[in-house]
């Protein structure tokens, strides 16, 4: 691989989402950043961001795109994953309210409810204190969000709000219920851009 180390290539799901936004905060988070919507594309990335959308849109995609096994196998093989919203959801082991045809790639030991948070007109903002990261509570934006019902031995909650689990890591990979990306705070792209530069 042709970066410097110190600065890993994290690879950002581009087939339907918030992908630019994601880029952005990656890059201010020192790493290099770029869209992966191919086979091809993923095998040349150091980790992934799964970014917010639309998880059934995105489920389609991945097997029109034949990215589905290929980014089973990955996660599998311990790829280092932040998943985003609907990126969340695409990391659940199993999934409450999806679409019957809807495919998530798993990652993590936890059940995850699909639009938990209720409607689009009920999307909303609040502080959330973030296990791991300093400086005070980050801002979440949750648009339509999942929660996380619960979670399996090997993995950690790292955040709360209003009682319901919202953020979630398991070895290498991450998942929030809301977007920091739409924030222009960097701090939960950084913590997972150290969760990368460990494990490389
Ligand atoms: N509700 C969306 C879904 O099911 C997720 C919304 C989001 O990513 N902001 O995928």
């Not at 961001?49 to 029109?64: C, D, F, W, Y």
């Not at 998530?104 to 909303?124: C, H, K, P, W, Y």
């Amino acid at each position: 691989m042709t970066h410097t180390p110190g600065n890993p290539v994290i690879g950002v799901l581009a087939l339907q989402g918030d992908v630019r936004e994601h880029l952005i905060a990656l890059a201010a988070a020192d790493a290099v950043a770029r869209p992966v919507r191919r086979p091809e594309e993923l095998a040349e990335v150091d980790a992934l961001v799964i970014p917010g959308g639309e998880s059934t849109t995105m489920s389609k995609l991945a097997v029109l795109f034949g990215m589905l096994e290929p980014l089973r196998e990955r996660v599998r093989a311990g790829l280092p994953v932040y998943g985003t919203c609907a990126g969340m959801i695409m990391l659940a082991d199993k999934l409450l309210d999806g679409r019957e045809d809807q495919e998530t790639l798993g990652g993590i030991d936890m059940i995850v409810r699909r639009n938990a948070f209720g409607r689009q007109n009920e999307s909303f903002e609040a502080k959330v204190d973030f296990a791991g990261i300093e400086g005070g509570p980050v801002e979440g934006v949750f648009i339509r969000a999942p929660w996380v019902e619960s979670v399996g031995a090997a993995a950690e909650v790292l955040a709360t709000y209003d009682g319901h689990t919202v953020a979630v890591r398991q070895g290498n990979v991450l998942a929030t219920s809301f977007h920091p990306e739409l924030t222009g705070d960097d701090r939960v792209h950084a913590y997972f851009v150290d969760m990368v530069r460990a494990g490389l």
